[in-house]
């Protein structure tokens, strides 16, 4: 079974440019996560998707917002990208939005913004 | 808020054991995660928590106390692939997922 998938991988943007991030989870998994990882920071959660609904949202602003398609597919979007929006995206899927559900991560994308 | 505490860095020599600590004071508790992170590759799941005792799998353990807001992590006959980052994280909340800034353990020979 293949593993959770992210596009792209590597980007670079500049200030005040908006960006889209794709993640595609594990075949049958229906909950999509997103995280931020910074060496300051480590991962922090942005949000969780299930069933096309946004079910829980970290402590992030409004720049910062997902969306998830019927076949459980996600898409990321930064508008108005900061310099300190650098940072490694991270996606991660589970089976179901259930408390002990595993998550399996992808290899995130890597942006730079200039 | 969450306040999530690990070391942040640990050496250990291959073949020792060794124990990663995370502290947590979270609202809520719903399960206590440990990942593991190689550079640049993503974070893969090592073990998961929600009763106080421990797991074992293998050559690693994780240990829970939830009235001590406690958990730790033991690699035992350590070798040089285990040198990584180690991630705690906390279910709480609303469900969601908490980590810690992660332990970065290095393996010497």
């Known amino acids: 079974k293949a593993g959770v998938t992210q596009t792209p991988r590597y980007l670079i943007k500049t200030r005040g440019q908006q960006v889209t991030l794709s993640c595609s989870p594990i075949s049958g998994h229906r909950s999509v996560s997103w995280y931020q990882q910074t060496p300051g920071q480590g991962l922090q959660f942005l949000f969780e998707?299930?069933?096309?609904?946004?079910?829980n949202k970290g402590n992030f602003p409004g720049r910062f917002s997902g969306r998830q398609f019927s076949n459980s597919r996600s898409e990321m979007n930064v508008s108005t990208l900061e310099l300190g929006d650098s940072a490694l995206y991270l996606c991660a899927s589970s089976l179901e939005l259930a408390v002990q559900e595993t998550q399996y991560f992808g290899p995130g994308t890597r942006l730079l913004v200039l | 808020g969450q306040n999530i505490d690990q070391p942040t860095e640990m050496t250990a020599t291959e073949g020792a054991i060794v124990q990663i600590n995370c502290t947590y004071q979270?609202?809520?508790?719903?399960?206590l995660f440990w990942y593991q992170q190689h550079a640049g590759e993503a974070p893969t799941f090592l073990s998961y928590?929600?009763?106080?005792g421990l797991e074992e799998k293998g050559r690693f353990s994780s240990f829970l106390s939830r009235s001590k807001g406690y958990s730790y992590l033991l690699l035992k006959e350590l070798q040089m692939k285990d040198s990584a980052s180690y991630l705690c994280a906390v279910r709480a909340g609303a469900n969601n997922l908490f980590f810690g800034t992660g332990t970065r353990l290095t393996v010497i020979p």
């Open positions: 979270t609202s809520g508790f719903n399960g």
């Open positions: 998707y299930f069933s096309e609904t946004q079910r």
């Open positions: 928590n929600v009763l106080d």
